[in-house]
């Protein structure tokens, strides 16, 4: 969603650093940014709509000399994207806010700092923040203690950034369901709602905990946590590096990460590995008595990562012999599910910081707080995985294309070693089958790097769908998880509107759409269901729909005029899910690559989402 930073500098260049941060923060959130700083006891402050590059060459335009500032960029909740909308918020010229999250009372705090006198000039709920902490700081001009009374008048979601002009050395924040780190510097100390907006100047980070308001000086800073108590929060040495989140050769971020993926499957697979077999430690110290426990598994997830979890189910079931839910985060947290002991409950979730997901969580926990909960994630910091007993580390490496691709490939591998895990825990599967899938897995990276080198006949694929406006995508089995994906795919980054079905459904509804018009997508290994599919094909040919095949090499499948078959490598049914996907990622890319759209950052979506 936004994206915060801040600097406490020792000299007066808190603005370059503002800007590398913004940069780097543009993929959360991308309608607006602004920037405020403090100069000889003024608050100077800078917003334009749009992206980043247009702050800058606002800025270009001036010199400044701050040695404190903070900075945002803005992915609407509460009012349209306009530079009155945008942050920083000023309060009386003199309290500058920046906010991740929102605020669900702003309405009344709005009408209580109205009768108080204070004029709003936007329509966000953020405002209300502003003021309200310029309202204590003129009772007792004290910065600290006047964020730490006005975020008790909050609720809601919040990640907060406060200066002001009177207290030149000093940054105060506070955190509540929206992630904060404090980067330590020599001599001087910054702030970011992701550690990645900072890792030009740092790799030290201390994570605030919900409820924590912090004082940042540049020789250090003072946390109080929920209860008003000052605490000590260990800082941690982040692995990140700048050059994760740097851009390589590849034109989008996307791009580069589809081709990380052969490494990032091998990465997560070798991570599992203990002297050539999976090693169940992977999954925390207590995965064996844990696992040895449980009798179902709950999957909660949201986006990409709810797919993955559609796709364990067809492994879970039937290898580990457990029944298996899947559910949609947003969805999970309001319709008031059973809870029942031994249900092993499996988050997924590339940032660990989804709102939804967190919420479950929690939902979880205070029904029962021995339930037994897993996160797979790609953060090793975040909020979900510090709440999670068990803990699977994805090994994507830094994900910044707001399209997920290599998060979800090594989740599947995730779900996979989990289902073997369980496999071999409740006995369901022998070690003579777990050897031969591990052998099989280990393939993996081969098959995805061979599954990449198809990237030019799907450049030249994409012409037939550049000017369409819609798209079946149908797969049965494991696969119809992975037509749900090829389709989010598309409409996230070509904005064609695409619909992914269960082949078998078709006849049920979506085949009164089937006409010469309509292309369909087909994800169609040789597996168990192969037989079924070309049945279902059938029918779309007879509507003179036109098939765009991802088949095996020894497909049965019958070409016509109307069928194009894109063959992928010979892979196992169990993998099939893991490597089919990727050629669906690389057609939804280059189709909206033609279509002149902005792949990393597409319109009105956000790579973490953070609020509700
Ligand atoms: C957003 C992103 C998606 C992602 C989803 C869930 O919608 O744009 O790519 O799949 O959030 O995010 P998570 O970080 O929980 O996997």
Request: net charge neutral; hydrophobic share 40%; with cysteine.
């Amino acid at each position: 969603m936004c994206g915060i930073v801040g600097a406490v500098r020792k000299d007066t260049s808190a603005m370059p650093i503002l800007l590398t941060g913004l940069r780097s923060l543009e993929y959360r959130g991308y309608d607006s940014s602004g920037i405020a700083i403090i100069e000889d006891k003024k608050l100077i402050c800078v917003k334009k709509v749009g992206k980043v590059a247009e702050l800058e060459k606002e800025i270009a335009k001036d010199v400044y000399s701050g040695k404190v500032g903070i900075a945002h960029t803005r992915w609407a909740t509460h009012g349209i994207p306009s530079e009155k909308n945008a942050h920083p918020h000023i309060s009386t010229e003199d309290v500058a806010v920046v906010h991740n999250g929102i605020i669900e009372n702003h309405e009344q705090l709005r009408a209580l700092l109205e009768s108080r006198g204070y004029k709003f000039s936007s329509e966000t709920d953020t405002e209300v923040i502003s003021h309200l902490v310029h309202y204590y700081l003129s009772q007792e001009n004290d910065l600290f203690s006047a964020v730490k009374k006005a975020v008790r008048e909050l609720s809601g979601s919040y990640a907060i950034a406060v200066i002001s002009k009177n207290a030149a050395n000093q940054i105060v924040v506070a955190r509540q369901g929206s992630p904060l780190v404090i980067g330590l510097g020599y001599d001087e100390m910054f702030v970011a709602s992701d550690a990645s907006a900072l890792l030009s100047e740092t790799n030290q980070f201390i994570y605030l905990e919900d409820g924590d308001v912090a004082d940042i000086m540049r020789e250090g800073c003072v946390i109080c946590d929920k209860t008003g108590k000052s605490v000590h929060r260990a800082p941690v040495k982040s692995e990140l590096t700048a050059e994760d989140t740097s851009i390589g050769g590849f034109h989008h971020f996307m791009q580069k990460e589809m081709y990380d993926q052969p490494e990032a499957v091998k990465k997560t697979i070798e991570s599992a590995m203990k002297n050539g077999v999976i090693d169940e430690r992977a999954f925390g110290a207590k995965a064996h008595s844990v696992f040895r426990k449980i009798s179902s598994v709950q999957i909660i997830a949201c986006g990409t990562s709810y797919h993955a979890g559609l796709a364990a189910r067809y492994w879970i079931e039937p290898l580990a012999d457990l029944p298996c839910n899947v559910d949609v985060a947003s969805e999970y947290r309001y319709r008031n599910p059973r809870f029942r002991k031994g249900t092993l409950y499996v988050f997924i979730s590339q940032s660990g910081e989804t709102a939804d997901t967190i919420a479950c969580l929690n939902m979880v926990k205070k029904e029962n707080p021995d339930a037994h909960i897993l996160s797979i994630c790609n953060v090793a910091e975040s909020s979900l995985t510090r709440m999670s007993g068990l803990v699977f580390l994805t090994r994507a490496g830094k994900e910044i294309g707001v399209a997920s691709t290599k998060a979800f490939t090594t989740q599947l591998v995730s779900l996979l070693l989990l289902t073997l895990m369980l496999g071999r825990i409740r006995k369901t599967i022998s070690s003579k089958k777990e050897k031969e899938i591990t052998k099989k897995l280990l393939t993996l990276p081969e098959k995805i790097e061979e599954a990449l080198n198809l990237d030019s006949k799907l450049r030249a694929l994409a012409p037939k769908f550049v000017s369409k406006e819609h798209c079946l995508y149908l797969g049965r089995g494991i696969e119809y998880p992975i037509a749900l994906e090829g389709a989010l795919k598309l409409k996230e980054i070509s904005y064609i509107h695409a619909e992914g079905y269960q082949a078998g459904e078709l006849k049920h509804g979506p085949l009164a759409l089937v006409d010469e018009n309509m292309p369909v997508i087909a994800v169609a290994p040789n597996d168990s269901l192969a037989g079924k599919l070309q049945s279902n094909l059938k029918e779309v040919r007879a509507r003179n729909g036109k098939l765009f095949i991802f088949a095996s090499p020894d497909t049965k499948i019958e070409k016509d005029d109307g069928t194009e078959i894109i063959l992928l490598p010979e892979v196992d049914e169990l993998l099939a899910p893991i490597v089919y996907v990727v050629p669906l990622q690389i057609f939804a890319y280059h189709v909206a690559v033609l279509r002149g759209k902005d792949v990393d950052k597409p319109r009105n979506l956000a790579k973490s989402v953070t609020v509700e």
